[in-house]
């Protein structure tokens, strides 16, 4: 019964967490789209709903520490207009100077 019990809530432990990074994706998902420049919001909002979905938390880690940067440095290295600085040199920063966005319909 004792092992039945542990495995319950291992099971139960992995849907929350699952539950809790869906969570967050939605949020930084929101966050994406919500940014304060139209420019941004369609660069990153577009990039989120491409990419997010499939981050693991280490990736969603990195993707939220870039949406804390400002719009013009984003803006910039998306642009290729600079250089990304080394810190922010990270598999997403790479994905996200790869994404070309196109727009939806209805944009």
Avoid: C, I
């Amino acid at each position: 019964m004792m092992a039945q019990d542990s495995m319950a809530a291992q099971d139960s432990m992995a849907q929350d967490s699952s539950e809790s990074l869906e969570n967050r994706r939605k949020q930084l998902r929101f966050r994406s789209w919500h940014r304060g420049m139209r420019e941004m919001d369609l660069l990153m909002g577009s990039f989120a709903d491409a990419h997010v979905p499939g981050f693991d938390a280490a990736q969603l880690d990195r993707y939220e520490a870039l949406l804390e940067l400002s719009d013009p440095d984003l803006y910039n290295w998306m642009t290729s207009r600079e250089p990304v600085p080394a810190e922010h040199d990270t598999d997403v920063m790479r994905l996200l100077t790869q994404f070309r966005f196109t727009p939806r319909q209805g944009s």
